[in-house]
């Protein structure tokens, strides 16, 4: 952090410096560019494993790919049947995108709340669904880089929406994703919602709007775990790094609106 001659914190647009162990980034740089770098301390994904993922920046309010009208092509399918199978070859097609950032909540630190702001366009309406989650427990030398909860729309095409929330791990590279646990939400299409994981060096809990998520269950299998923890692979045990990730899908570029995934991002840790 920056130090002004006084001795106090020099804040950037967009950071918040409160109590102990807390950092907030609300992602208001304030500056007059279409896009901007994160900076602020970040790693970026797109960065650090560029053939896995995406860059990232700040576009329209919040966090999306460095490339929001065309993108790099690390992202999802256009459906589950897909299978990532071409997911990069749709002709006419802007690509899928995916990234994220991450940093270190504290050495040492291993039970910290790490809670993101979606946007909430999550069923391919107007252009793409902008998919975003908090990411905890990050280990980027393992397939599973961490593990999210993401709030999607899993209606067939130009079907009624149906909401769920997913619980599982990002995937490094992204072909590694996994669903572990799923479970419905009720949602309305760009409702913004507040997703944050409760990381306890050896699992995790989910909550939304501030209320924990009770009735997720098994993926597949469906056995309900109601407020237990979920439980994680041990190499994201004591893990002291933590973020984000966002998921744009495949979109017709005509149709693109470029909502971002993550409007803001905040971190407790706790001793």
Request: net charge negative; glycine share 14%.
């Amino acid at each position: 952090m920056l130090i002004t001659p006084a001795g106090s914190p020099l804040l950037l647009a967009g950071q918040k410096v409160i109590p102990p162990g807390r950092f907030v980034d609300n992602f208001n740089r304030g500056s007059s560019l279409s896009s901007v770098p994160l900076g602020m301390g970040w790693q970026d994904l797109g960065e650090l494993m560029p053939q896995n993922y995406d860059r990232a920046c700040i576009h329209n309010g919040g966090v999306t790919t460095a490339d929001p009208f065309w993108r790099e092509k690390h992202g999802a399918t256009m459906a589950p049947s897909d299978q990532w199978a071409n997911y990069a070859n749709y002709p006419g097609m802007a690509a899928g995108g995916l990234g994220g950032a991450i940093r270190n909540v504290g050495d040492g630190i291993y039970n910290y709340d790490v809670t993101c702001r979606i946007g909430g366009l999550v069923a391919g309406v107007g252009g793409t669904e902008a998919e975003g989650t908090p990411i905890v427990g990050i280990n980027t030398s393992t397939n599973k880089l961490g593990y999210g909860c993401w709030l999607v729309n899993f209606a067939a095409s130009n079907a009624p929406p149906f909401f769920a929330l997913i619980a599982g791990y990002v995937g490094n590279p992204p072909e590694e994703f996994i669903i572990t646990h799923s479970g419905g939400i009720v949602h309305t299409l760009g409702q913004q919602r507040d997703i944050t994981i409760k990381y306890r060096a050896t699992s995790y809990t989910v909550w939304v709007d501030g209320v924990q998520v009770t009735n997720l269950a098994t993926f597949p299998g469906g056995v309900a775990i109601g407020s237990s923890p979920l439980t994680m692979d041990p190499a994201h045990y004591n893990q002291s790094w933590a973020g984000f990730e966002y998921d744009l899908h495949i979109t017709p570029p005509d149709q693109m609106i470029n909502n971002p995934s993550i409007l803001s991002y905040s971190h407790q840790a706790f001793s």
